[in-house]
T-cell receptor, first 111, second 112 residues
Framework: EDKVVQSPLSLVVHEGDTVTLNCSYE??????LLWYKQEKKAPTFLFML????IEKKSGRLSSILDKKELSSILNITATQTGDSAIYLC???????????FGKGTHLIIQP | KAGVTQTPRYLIKTRGQQVTLSCSPI?????VSWYQQTPGQGLQFLFE???????NKGNFPGRFSGRQFSNSRSEMNVSTLELGDSALYLC???????????FGQGTRLTVV
């Protein structure tokens, strides 16, 4: 059965710290991995990583895909209270059967 | 550029009733997929549409159905509502299948 596992499930850090969130996947016919930030309702798109784009960066956020280890990390540097959210990892397979999501990492940034 | 629009935002229904949720994708996006989010199960895939065709369906009973119109807008319908159908229903749109997917604000359905 396809699965996406995120760790840790929750994380509390202080403002200014750097955090690393993990996502591992076991899926057939992997195509791409996506990261989302969910604060209240809509998951907000962060990155999509594929074989041709295994590293992405936007401001303080960056992500790397390790196809050999079947995993990805999301790094957030110089964290701010506004980074507090649930971070979701999801995988597209070649077959069009929707995104398979992990359970998410609940990140809390304390002032 | 307008984002993904879902209506209504909130809905309260009684067991046994049916409900229709609507999703308008980002202009130019032809793929729409639906997800159910609950605290226990997380985000689960319901179905995906591309060019008015259902490409795949998740592991949900036949009470859950949907369709896509020629303008790419999509609707999902749940018949004979059960208490367990209470959830946040999210719609995502993408240019085509397996590309960057952008979510709407969701419809919070409560079944009483």
């Amino acid at each position: 059965e396809d699965k996406v596992v995120q760790s840790p499930l929750s994380l509390v850090v202080h403002e200014g710290d750097t955090v690393t969130l993990n996502c591992s996947y076991e899926v057939t016919n992997f195509r791409s991995l996506l990261w989302y930030k969910q604060e209240k309702k809509a998951p907000t798109f962060l990155f999509m990583l594929t074989s041709s784009g295994i590293e992405k960066k936007s401001g303080r956020l960056s992500s790397i895909l390790d196809k050999k280890e079947l995993s990805s990390i999301l790094n957030i540097t110089a964290t701010q209270t506004g980074d507090s959210a649930i971070y979701l990892c999801a995988v597209w397979r070649e077959a069009s059967d929707g995104l398979t999501f992990g359970k998410g990492t609940h990140l809390i940034i304390q002032p | 550029k307008a984002g993904v629009t879902q209506t209504p935002r909130y809905l309260i229904k009684t067991r046994g009733q049916q409900v229709t949720l609507s999703c308008s994708p980002i202009s130019g996006h032809r793929s729409v997929s639906w997800y159910q989010q609950t605290p226990g199960q997380g985000l689960q895939f319901l179905f995906e549409y591309f060019s008015e065709t259902q490409r795949n369906k998740g592991n949900f009973p036949g009470r859950f159905s949907g369709r896509q119109f020629s303008n790419s807008r999509s609707e999902m319908n749940v018949s004979t509502l059960e208490l367990g159908d209470s959830a946040l229903y999210l719609c995502a749109s993408s240019v085509t299948v397996n590309t960057e997917a952008f979510f709407g604000q969701g419809t919070r359905l409560t079944v009483v």
